[in-house]
């Protein structure tokens, strides 16, 4: 009786297309597009503050258009399913609680990130003159 | 139903094909109950694993509709009239359902699944510990290595090389069991190449394991654990344990 | 020693990945009013100057950015790696460099405000 054992063939390309849960974690990665993005248009936005007045105004009147405000609008809805609600339903697996005997539940955590993202939001907002 | 089920001889095939079985079946059926009704009734030639039927064997797991399941634990009334049954994925076939699972016995190996100590155990006496103690690993024990993990996780399909889940779970077992002095020893595998850093958290391990073992939760905390050490033995610190 | 670098960069990309969660929203909202056209008090010259030019402005604002950036540049590196793309190492030299560039850049403006 001879082996011949069949490797079946993986591709390395387009192996998140077999099932939904595989292009969910694609789109997930994918948000840390979004996140340089923004963490180089602060950057832009910083470097127009050191200019100076003009400078600052000139970068908010180029922002106002309606292609940045549907990217915004889109980038929010994206980022906020796809990295803040993703990334707190995963944080309890990486501290797990536990009161003596018991492991306690990871909503416990879950609930504690959505309450500090709530205030943290809200510093910002009040900080910025939002509310 | 009917049964789309791949098949593959290494003596007679180039490459595996797939053949259909209609399969009269009882409500309270496993689809496992449907392939042993295969191999009893229509085609004695059907090659599989399997043992205990009652989800602590870790044998018979299978891709069901491309979903790697334990087939004991999958039942009819869940699942379409026409099921396709594929060998677990990620892989080798060595015959029908059957896969080589050479590599993923030598990494349970690797990652030194025994309690090590620097110092040998009181006289006569045994090692204590409490309900609490033991309620901090207990659930990574629960892991019966039936690898639905392995073919869950595409971190292993894009590397064969990765430790992956199921011995990964193992060894934060014994990291996190209070009679274990290894932890150090066994990060310096663990947290090299191949080793946690591969896995990007997809989650599919966790959700496919039959038994909730949450293999994804071992190597994030792994994750954290390796960092540190890191630190600890760039400080200066010998690799003792915490 | 055996524990690979990669432990190091993975700490900047799980403190990133934190920080941006909780934060980018309300960053992202910010540039959503600015384009709007509701530009809001604390985001005009004088409010945001005096912010930014205070030591614990500067603080926030660097770290925040510094943790974003890297945690994008290691998780780009994975996204490489997840479509296929073999070239690992020149792909975390590129991002990594990128994400030091937007670092010297933020240390950079920062310190002219």
């Not at chain 2, 966790?206 to 954290?224: L, N, R, T």
């Not at chain 3, 004088?46 to 926030?60: D, I, M, R």
Request: charged share 20%.
């Amino acid at each position: 009786m001879s082996r011949q054992p069949y490797v079946r063939p993986f591709s390395k390309t387009t192996w998140y297309m077999r099932n939904g849960r595989y292009k969910v974690y694609m789109l997930r990665e994918m948000t840390c597009l979004l996140v340089g993005f923004y963490a180089f248009l602060t950057i832009f936005a910083l470097a127009a503050l050191a200019a100076g007045a003009d400078q600052w105004n000139n970068f908010l009147a180029s922002q106002q258009n309606t292609a940045m405000i549907a990217f915004h609008a889109f980038a929010l809805l994206y980022f906020l399913f796809y990295q803040t609600f993703a990334w707190f339903k995963l944080a309890p697996k990486a501290m797990p609680l536990q009161l003596g005997e018991k492991i306690l539940p990871g909503s416990i955590i879950v609930i504690g990130h959505y309450v500090a993202w709530a205030v943290l939001s809200a510093v910002i907002f009040w900080l910025a003159g939002v509310i | 139903m009917e049964l789309e089920v791949m098949r593959y001889d290494p003596e007679k095939d180039k490459e595996p094909w797939f053949q259909s079985y209609s399969v009269p079946c009882e409500d309270d059926w496993a689809i496992l109950d449907a392939i042993n009704y295969v191999k009893d009734n229509i085609d004695t030639t059907l090659s599989y694993r399997w043992s205990c039927h009652m989800m602590v064997c870790g044998s018979c797991g299978m891709m069901v509709n491309g979903e790697p399941s334990l087939t004991c634990k999958t039942f009819i009334r869940n699942l379409p009239d026409k099921v396709r049954i594929e060998p677990l994925e990620n892989f080798p076939i060595e015959r029908d359902l059957v896969v080589v699972l050479d590599d993923v016995m030598q990494k349970l190996h690797k990652v030194q699944p025994y309690i090590i100590r620097k110092d040998d155990p009181p006289e006569g006496k045994e090692y204590q510990q409490s309900r609490g103690a033991l309620a901090k690993f207990k659930q990574y024990t629960m892991c019966i290595n039936c690898m639905c993990c392995y073919s869950a996780c595409p971190q292993y399909g894009l590397n064969n090389d990765f430790i992956g889940p199921a011995a990964l779970a193992l060894a934060h077992r014994y990291n996190l069991d209070s009679r274990d002095q290894g932890k150090s020893q066994r990060l310096n595998i663990l947290a090299d190449h191949d080793g946690v850093w591969d896995c990007s958290f997809v989650g599919a391990c966790s959700e496919v394991c039959p038994k909730h073992v949450d293999p994804a939760a071992a190597i994030q905390q792994m994750k954290i654990d390796g960092a540190m050490e890191f630190w600890k033995q760039k400080m200066g610190f010998p690799g003792g344990d915490s | 020693m055996a524990i690979a670098k990669k432990s190091v960069v993975w700490v900047l990309f799980a403190a990133g990945g934190t920080i941006s969660s909780f934060l980018f929203p309300a960053l992202i909202t910010l540039f959503l009013l600015i384009a709007l056209g509701f530009t809001p008090d604390g985001l005009q010259y004088e409010q945001f100057h005096t912010f930014a030019a205070s030591l614990l402005g500067k603080a926030c604002l660097f770290v925040v950015l510094f943790l974003s950036l890297w945690h994008a540049a290691h998780r780009l590196r994975v996204v490489f790696h997840d479509f296929g793309v073999r070239k690992d190492r020149l792909i975390a030299n590129a991002v990594y460099l990128v994400a030091t560039v937007g670092t010297v850049m933020t240390a950079f403006y920062l310190y002219m405000i």
